[in-house]
């Protein structure tokens, strides 16, 4: 299984940012899909989460309101919009994946991991 996540970049606070997340390996629509991050000097955290169908997600305290996530199923690709970004959402953000359909908010419940995308937002 491989994750390929992309988008991020360079952005001031307030702004906005998608982010995406590319799988190949197997079927992409069994599958729970989760966001996470790792800001400098910290461990790494939940963000978001994404069960098989899309129909369930759920989100960390710190970005409920400004982020959301999707996927598209037939494209094999999740999703993490980010808006009213703040310089506290500094970090290398991380998609996973695992062996179940419902959703985790706990790394342990993903097993396959992409490299990461930097989101950096300046003040």
């Known amino acids: 299984v491989q994750l390929q996540a992309f988008g991020g970049g360079l952005v001031q606070a307030g702004g906005s940012l998608r982010l995406s997340c590319a799988t190949s390996?197997?079927?992409?629509?069994?599958?729970?899909m989760g966001w996470f991050r790792q800001a400098p000097g910290k461990e790494r955290e939940f963000v978001a989460a994404i069960n098989w169908s899309g129909v369930r997600t759920d989100y960390a305290d710190s970005v409920k309101g400004r982020f959301t996530v999707s996927r598209d199923n037939t494209k094999n690709t999740v999703y993490l919009q980010m808006n009213s970004l703040k310089p506290e959402d500094t970090a290398v953000y991380y998609c996973a994946t695992g062996d179940s359909a419902w959703l985790s908010s706990r790394m342990n419940g993903y097993n396959y991991w992409g490299q990461g995308t930097l989101v950096t937002v300046s003040s």
């Open positions: 390996g197997r079927s992409f629509s069994s599958y729970a």
